[in-house]
């Protein structure tokens, strides 16, 4: 976290960065005064390492809260549960929602930038592969072909966030998400100009009206559409994702959230 707030914020900037940190004994905390070009300005660094479920420093750890961060999950073990509840929708839709998350926790590994521990390079790039899944299959793309598309828009999506988060103002909008928008937009735009008759996944209204258990489920049915999945046990095993809580230890809060999201489905 860096900031061009006076010396005399300092204080707050130190509050900030411990916030962050969670009191973590892990989360070693520096604050200077700027250097060259940052005069007067207040330099914070934080590197928040939270006690979760699986070492930080295990690649697949790493992938798996990518596919967590996606609504908001920090613990590797919220991640495999969450790509569980994909599986069991739909297998590959998980497996190139795993492949995008591991292809931009790599290239953040690779290239030094901070927040692959926390799995924040990932999220974006499991949406690429779930909504690539789902879109193009329409244009004729075989599974190899998808998979390095994929891995081409996971890769785009990192980049394109990495930039943003540099020059974009924090605060004013989601940085990190935008390269998913960015990406899936561009994509379905240039593919639609490229081939027209393809289209996309053709939507039709139902046959019938839904049973009262279509109706009853469908609350978890539109908790499972956030990763583009139409599966009512998805929806509950991503709410029960929510409500583990870190190192599967639930608490209000946790529960509290799960509650919430089932709430808002079921009001939508």
């Not at 924090?170 to 990406?183: A, D, E, H």
């Not at 393809?198 to 539109?222: F, I, K, N, V, Y």
């Amino acid at each position: 976290l860096e900031s061009d707030a006076a010396p005399t914020d300092s204080r707050g900037v130190s509050a900030l960065c411990t916030a962050m940190a969670g009191g973590s004994a892990r989360a070693p905390l520096s604050i200077g005064q700027g250097g060259a070009g940052e005069p007067g300005g207040v330099r914070c660094q934080c590197s928040v390492a939270p006690n979760l479920g699986l070492p930080t420093s295990t690649p697949l750890s790493q992938i798996l809260r990518g596919c967590g961060q996606v609504i908001f999950l920090e613990d590797a073990m919220q991640g495999l549960l969450v790509l569980l509840a994909l599986a069991w929708a739909d297998p590959m839709l998980a497996a190139y929602g795993l492949l995008g998350s591991a292809v931009a926790t790599l290239l953040s590994c690779i290239t030094g930038h901070g927040g692959a521990d926390l799995g924040l390079h990932g999220y974006n790039s499991v949406l690429i592969g779930c909504a690539f899944s789902i879109f193009f299959p329409s244009h004729g793309l075989s599974d190899p072909e998808m998979a390095i598309t994929i891995a081409l828009g996971a890769a785009a999506a990192w980049a394109a966030g990495c930039v943003l988060a540099c020059i974009y103002p924090v605060g004013l909008g989601p940085q990190w998400t935008y390269g998913f928008n960015i990406v899936v937009i561009g994509s379905l735009w240039y593919a639609q100009r490229a081939r027209p008759s393809a289209g996309g996944p053709a939507l039709s209204p139902p046959s019938s009206p839904p049973t009262d258990m279509e109706m009853l489920l469908s609350p978890l049915t539109g908790v499972s559409q956030i990763f583009l999945v139409n599966d009512a046990i998805s929806g509950f095993v991503l709410l029960c994702a929510i409500g583990m809580g870190v190192g599967g230890r639930p608490d209000r809060s946790t529960l509290g959230s799960a509650a919430y999201a089932l709430s808002g489905s079921a009001i939508g």
